[in-house]
């Protein structure tokens, strides 16, 4: 496992694909963008136990309006 110190604005490339970029830090709560290819699954970890359908995804999607991409994630 690869630990990281980051700051806002301070981006990690991973695979030249996946980008997560810190764009908040309030007290013990990190915001981060997540900007990675339509073909690439990116769920949050207690999402991960579950198995999500594409009819959940879509209906998610479509209702989050924190988000505006379908590969452009705010977590």
Do not use: F
């Not at 700051?7 to 990190?30: F, L, M, P, Q």
């Not at 991960?48 to 209702?63: F, L, Q």
């Amino acid at each position: 496992m690869l630990v990281l110190s980051r700051k806002v604005g301070d981006k990690i490339v991973i695979d030249n694909k996946i980008t997560i970029i810190v764009t908040k830090i309030s007290g013990n709560r990190v915001t981060m963008a997540i900007n990675a290819p339509d073909d690439v699954r990116v769920l949050r970890g207690e999402l991960k136990e579950y198995e999500v359908t594409p009819a959940i995804a879509n209906h998610v999607h479509a209702e989050s309006p924190a988000v505006s991409e379908p590969c452009n994630y705010s977590i």
